[in-house]
Structure formats: C-alpha cells, structure tokens
C-alpha cells in the first residue's frame, strides 16, 4: 500500500509503499477513505509523543470501509462504512469495564501507538468495541473529523463541561476542535465567545453560532475582555489549543466556581504551564482534561447530527490527496486556514 512514512522525528516524511496490514483476531483492516491532518500529528511527527516508534506512519483521525476481520470479531463485516475514537480501549481493564475507554490503561492510538490512517489500509484493535458505525448520509471526509476534532469538543463540551443552555462558554483557539465546540455549545444553547488571533477564523466562528468573538491580538487583556462581555465570566471556559498562554487565559477568564477544560494537548514547551491557583483556591473552580470520546457516546452526538441540531460538515476546509500530506503535516505549526485539512484521493 501507498503511506506517508517518517524514519526520523521532524525529518520530512515520504510517500513510500510498505506492506499491507492483516487484521488481529479481534481486530479489523479499513480501507481509509478519508484521513484528517491534526496538529497531533505534528506533535507525532515531531517526537512529542512517546508512543511513537520510527519508523512511522501518522494518522488518526479516519473513516473508511471494513476491508478484512479477524476470526474473532462477531459485530463488524467487510464493507461496513465505520470510523473509530482516536483513543481505543482493551476492553480488558478496569476503566474500559466502567465504560471509560478513553482513559483505558492499555488504549491504542492509530498514528501513535501503531501505524496510522495516512496510508490506503490502516489496522485497528478491538473492533467490536472500539468501532462506530456511520449513517449512509455521512461523507467520508465530514466522518473522519468525528474520530479526533469533533468527538473530543463533544465530550469536552457535554460530559466534562456539563455545559447547560444560558451558560457563558469561552472557547480559546479557533482551529478544528475550537470550532468544533463552538458549534456544539451554540447547538446546546450556551452563549460562545470564541477567541482567536484571526479575523478570518473568528468570522468563521460567528458563523458557527458565537455571539462574540474576541481578537488576542488586538486587546491588552483577554481575560479581561472575556469578564467584560460575560458580566463576570465565563460558566465553562475551554483551551482548544494547547499553550501555555490560552491555558492561562482559560481559566483566568472563568467566573467564580467556572469549570476549565483543557482540551488542546499540553506538550513539548508548553508541558507545564503557570496556573493562577491563587484564583483556583479563592474561587473554587475546576480544572478538567478532555481525551476523546468512547465509542459507545457516539450515538449521541451522530443523532444531533442527523437531526440537524450539529453539522460537521461545515468545518471540513482543503480536501488533498496523499501525496500532499507530507507538506500539510510539516505546515501543522503555522497559521493555518479556517477549517479541517482532509486527506481524500489515495
């Protein structure tokens, strides 16, 4: 098979063939269909990750067919159209039987832990847990942003946020799974105040349901900007990009007993950031991590979906084959257009 495949950690990757992956007794082999392009894979790629072992193919969000099954998979056959969590769990330990796969001891991560869906086949474990199936109306390209960008903010927003209509939700960072919350906290009915250094990204925002948008680049103090338009601060407050500056902003911006939600991964540099704990303490707000969504929660969201309370869609942007992933994969920490980069033609 065609992949993208990297034999040194911030060296440019290659289109190479390897061989083709088998399945696992319980696992499943998918024709990708459509892959998107995360800033997680940057950090992959980079060597921010320790679960990455070179040489290596990068991917993890992904939808696509059921090419081949293991002899001990009883829920999935070949041609289901499927995507899948970018955390999967064993199923074995004792997170997964609490229902919590996201956080599972053994999880695998395609792209990190094993080879990834930059590639035209892509190995997953545990199928009959770990795989979800796609409604017929869903497009490839619009279902591989469900397995990272979108599932993460639904899970961010819903069940860590407990986000509830009336609320105040200020969303730092603008890209794939920023957007992604602001459309789901509008479709909820909580009031979005999306930040961002970009007018085109905030205008986006807008579009997607923000009732205010705030420009970091043109104010003196985000946090403050934040108090001012909220009347005393956001009820949830999220980091959707992973610095030490937007964690900061997050939770200073909260009002009093607000939650937090990192969801942005804090790595590399930006692995120990300043919190004002003082203003943690004194006002007894939350601090909570988001990683993910297990699979048995996507009927939630993909229902919001087919109603038309939610519409993923809207967030895909440049569609590229896989000979241009290298370049997009390498650009993943400079200003990036408004919308999901998706990897189509194979």
């Known amino acids: 098979m065609k992949a993208?495949?990297?034999?040194?950690?911030?060296?440019?990757?290659?289109?190479?063939?390897?061989?083709?992956?088998?399945?696992?007794?319980?696992g499943v082999v998918l024709k990708v269909e459509a892959t998107g392009v995360c800033r997680s894979d940057w950090h992959g790629w980079m060597g921010h990750d320790s679960d990455v072992e070179l040489p290596h193919i990068p991917g993890h969000e992904l939808a696509g067919v059921v090419q081949a099954v293991?002899?001990?998979?009883?829920?999935?056959?070949?041609?289901?159209?499927?995507?899948?969590?970018?955390?999967g769990g064993c199923g074995a330990c004792t997170e997964c039987s609490a229902g919590h796969q996201q956080v599972c001891h053994n999880q695998f991560q395609p792209g990190f832990t094993h080879w990834g869906s930059f590639a035209e086949y892509v190995g997953i474990h545990q199928a009959d847990l770990n795989l979800v199936a796609l409604p017929e109306s869903m497009d490839f390209a619009t279902a591989a942003s469900?397995?990272?960008?979108?599932?993460?903010?639904?899970?961010a927003v819903v069940d860590q946020g407990k986000t509830s209509a009336g609320q105040w939700v200020a969303v730092h960072g603008c890209g794939g799974v920023g957007l992604s919350a602001v459309m789901i906290a509008n479709a909820i009915g909580a009031n979005v105040i999306a930040i961002d250094i970009d007018d085109a990204k905030l205008a986006l925002a807008k579009q997607l349901g923000a009732v205010a948008t705030v420009n970091g680049a043109d104010v003196a103090d985000v946090p403050e900007a934040v108090m001012e338009i909220t009347k005393g601060g956001a009820h949830v407050s999220l980091d959707a990009l992973g610095h030490t500056v937007t964690c900061?902003?997050?939770?200073?911006?909260?009002?009093?007993?607000?939650?937090?939600?990192?969801?942005?991964?804090?790595?590399?540099?930006?692995?120990?950031?300043q919190v004002p704990m003082a203003k943690i303490i004194g006002q007894e707000l939350e601090i909570l991590g988001s990683h993910g969504m297990q699979a048995h929660r996507y009927g939630a969201m993909l229902d919001m979906i087919q109603f038309g309370k939610l519409d993923p869609a809207r967030l895909v942007g440049d569609r590229i084959s896989l000979s241009n992933a290298p370049k997009a994969l390498?650009?993943?920490?400079?200003?990036?257009?408004?919308?999901?980069?998706?990897?189509?033609?194979?």
Not at 6 to 22: H, I, L, N
């Open 248 to 273: 900061f902003n997050s939770i200073q911006n909260l009002r009093r007993r607000g939650k937090h939600v990192q969801v942005g991964l804090m790595l590399a540099d930006h692995a120990t950031p």
């Open 4 to 26: 993208v495949l990297f034999e040194k950690f911030g060296e440019a990757p290659k289109v190479v063939t390897v061989v083709d992956p088998t399945p696992e007794p319980h």
């Open 330 to 346: 390498m650009d993943m920490d400079k200003f990036q257009s408004a919308g999901a980069t998706v990897i189509t033609k194979f």
């Open 70 to 87: 293991g002899k001990d998979v009883n829920n999935w056959q070949v041609g289901d159209r499927v995507t899948v969590p970018f955390v």
């Open 146 to 155: 469900l397995g990272c960008r979108f599932a993460t903010s639904f899970r």
